[in-house]
C-alpha cells in the first residue's frame, strides 16, 4: 500500500513539474510578444515625430524642399529625419523620411508634403517597419 502511494505522488509530482514548466515557457513567450509590439509602437511614434519635427522646421522657410538628415535622441530612442524633393515630384511638392529607432526595432515614415496656400501640408504618410 505504501508503494502505491509513493508511486502515485511522483507520478502527480511529475505531471505538475511539466504543467510549470509550460506555463514558464508560455509566460516567456508572451512577455516577448509584449516587448516586440510595445518596441515596434514606441518607434512608429518616434518616427511621426520626425514627420512633425520636419514639418516644423520646414514651415520656418517656405522656400526649404529639402535638408540634410537631423537627428535626436530622446525617451531611449533615436529619430531621424531629411527632406528632398525627387524629380517626379512638382515644383510645389518634397518627400520626408523619418526614422524611428526604439529597443532595436525600427520604423521608417515617409511623407509627401505639398506647399500650398502659404503652409506645408501633409498629403501622404506611408509607414514601413524594418
Known sequence: ????????LSGVYVILGFYT???????ETNFSN?????STAQAEQLAQTGVSLALAYMADN????????????T??????????????????????RATGTFNGKQ????????YYGGRWKVLRVYTETV
Open 1 to 8: 500500500m505504501g508503494t502505491s502511494k509513493i508511486v502515485m
Open 34 to 38: 509584449a516587448l516586440n509590439a510595445t
Open 107 to 114: 520604423v521608417v515614415m515617409t511623407a509627401v508634403f505639398h
Open 21 to 27: 514548466i509550460s506555463f514558464n515557457r508560455a509566460d
Open 62 to 73: 517656405a522656400s526649404l524642399y529639402s535638408f540634410s538628415t537631423r537627428s535626436l535622441s
Open 75 to 96: 525617451m531611449g530612442g533615436t529619430v531621424a529625419y531629411a527632406s528632398s524633393r525627387p524629380a517626379s515630384f512638382s515644383a510645389t511638392q518634397s518627400e520626408v
